[in-house]
């Protein structure tokens, strides 16, 4: 096992006031905002940070500055609250009144302007504005009051960390669950990486966790502080440490800068495999100034080393391997720890019978779908126009050491078209409100499966007392030499038959199965009454002869 921990120092174009304990922001012209929206106006002091970039909610500042709000026109008698250690003490431009008590502000005409506010101690204010009359919140703004901005920038767990599995790629959320990712940008002068400022990272869900051997990860990560905004500066080192036989190596650079729009900044590095074709599952701890911001799980699967086969499809006679109509075999593929492999016959090396001296099955095809699935399909041949039936078949197939792969024994079946067939129901007798299923067997001439392309032609299916819950059609085929369809049995009690009829080469008549269906209620039914009423009458009948023979004999 090895840990291997890499940092990036970051170098960008920014100045940072952080050391004096003083940010300055630019507030977005009032003409611009909505009715009523907060923002943090420029001539604030002692504004440790707030997440204004993406709407205002959060500020922490000193609690020997001075903060203050700059706000849109509003209707006129529209207030401005705020609850603990921060009071109102000023106001400009705009017109209105500062209640006695210093915790609301009334406006007075539908000027913009700005609304002044001063802590009175360390702890924590909300600020909230109101629509004239109704009491109801536009914007609330919940604010820290610190001693100093020392460790306000930290970064924290609101830092993203992503796998991906394209170099120089971010996946977005809009991107999650697609195919696509967003391009990042590497300066060929700087060796930076830069986002646009409206495709910014903003997801921890990876695009992907699973690798294939020999495959490379790619690791991002953006760190943002407490108040979400990207951690800038040189103060900032990045690292990945990683368990398990893995390499990290640093993607190039892990900054950028876009002269004239936000700047936007992440790292890049590169996760593999340490062992060739080995396989191994690592978690890796990304960190910014040695704090964990994020943790992930990746998967690296290993050579292939099993081979698992399962028959799918019934052939058909005299059908080659890669035309309609042939036999198919479903395949899974794992490594020595059991992880699924990706079907990719590039990667494993060509699949192959393990025996082409069969007289019923001797080539196969790889199946057209298989470049990209999980399951894979390979096709078998049919030989002969007049044979069926069974025969053990195995592929096998050699991995990237060169080792052989054999996987197990599988049937597979070669069938022709019907000519006889046979029909049963799981069960003789049913209780009203159970389902039923109906059997249907088909045989070709050689009294062996038919084929799977052999559909229900002429199909009349009847079943008294029962209703199917999806009706038979003509243009239904046979799967593994059988079909099966599904009946809700009705409320009606009585004996019923079912009658099944298919076109076949024999011309068969139509296959009859005695049903009965049973009440489900539990108690006395309406036959158990009538039965009990013959045989009353019965007993009395039986009572009125020997009374009269008993007459006669007097």
Do not use: W
């Not at 041949?381 to 039936?389: E, F, L, Q, T």
């Not at 819950?469 to 369809?485: L, M």
């Not at 296959?511 to 019965?538: F, M, Q, R, Y």
């Amino acid at each position: 096992m090895s840990n291997k921990t890499i940092k990036q120092r970051i170098a960008v174009v920014a100045v940072s006031a952080l050391a004096t304990g003083l940010l300055s922001f630019t507030s977005a012209p009032v003409a611009n905002a909505a009715p009523g929206a907060m923002t943090v106006d420029s001539g604030s002091l002692g504004v440790c940070a707030s997440d204004s970039a993406a709407g205002l909610t959060t500020i922490a500042m000193q609690k020997s500055g001075s903060l203050i709000i700059a706000l849109a026109a509003s209707a006129s008698t529209d207030t401005v609250k705020v609850t603990g250690n921060l009071n109102i003490t000023g106001f400009a431009t705009i017109g209105g009144s500062i209640a006695t008590d210093q915790k609301k502000f009334t406006v007075s005409d539908t000027t913009a302007g700005t609304i002044t506010f001063t802590p009175s101690a360390s702890g924590t204010a909300v600020i909230y504005s109101q629509t004239a009359g109704s009491g109801s919140n536009i914007q609330t703004v919940n604010v820290t009051i610190l001693d100093s901005c020392a460790g306000v920038n930290n970064p924290t767990a609101n830092s993203f960390v992503q796998t991906v599995q394209t170099a120089d790629r971010i996946q977005r959320a809009a991107d999650s669950g697609t195919t696509s990712l967003t391009t990042i940008t590497e300066s060929s002068t700087t060796r930076t990486y830069t986002q646009s400022s409206s495709l910014v990272m903003n997801t921890s869900v990876d695009a992907k966790s699973t690798f294939a051997n020999g495959a490379t990860a790619h690791v991002n990560i953006m760190g943002r502080d407490a108040y979400k905004n990207i951690l800038v500066g040189a103060d900032y080192s990045y690292g990945l440490s990683c368990t398990g036989s893995i390499s990290v190596n640093e993607k190039d650079s892990n900054s950028g800068f876009i002269p004239g729009v936000a700047s936007q900044y992440i790292a890049q590095f590169t996760v593999a495999q340490n062992t060739a074709n080995a396989p191994v599952t690592t978690v890796c701890t990304a960190s910014i100034n040695n704090v964990t911001v994020g943790t992930k799980t990746i998967v690296f699967t290993g050579d292939l080393a099993k081979i698992e086969a399962v028959m799918d499809t019934v052939g058909a006679q005299n059908t080659a391997a890669n035309a309609t109509g042939a036999g198919a075999i479903k395949v899974k593929l794992f490594d020595s720890a059991g992880n699924r492999l990706d079907y990719n016959q590039a990667g494993i090396g060509t699949i192959a019978l393990t025996d082409t001296n069969s007289p019923l099955v001797n080539a196969i095809n790889i199946g057209t779908n298989t470049t990209t699935s999980v399951t894979g399909v390979v096709n078998y041949n049919c030989v002969g126009a007049g044979k069926s039936g069974a025969v053990p078949v195995v592929l096998k197939a050699t991995n990237a050491a060169g080792a052989t792969i054999s996987a197990n024994s599988v049937t597979a079946n070669c069938g022709g078209a019907l000519e006889t067939f046979t029909a049963s129901l799981d069960k003789a007798v049913y209780n009203t409100g159970e389902v039923a299923t109906l059997t249907i067997s088909g045989l070709d001439a050689n009294g062996k499966m038919v084929n799977d392309t052999v559909a229900m032609t002429g199909a009349a299916i009847s079943i008294g007392g029962m209703t199917a819950v999806v009706a038979p059609s003509t243009a239904d085929t046979f799967s593994g030499g059988v079909k099966k369809y599904t009946y809700k049995v009705d409320t009606t009690t009585g004996n019923y038959v079912a009658s099944v009829s298919l076109t076949s080469g024999s011309a068969q008549a139509a296959v009859t199965i005695p049903v009965t269906i049973k009440s489900s209620t539990v108690g006395t039914t309406n036959e158990d009454v009538l039965k009990s009423i013959v045989a009353l009458i019965a007993s009395i009948n039986k009572q009125i002869q020997a009374l009269q023979k008993l007459i006669l004999r007097r």
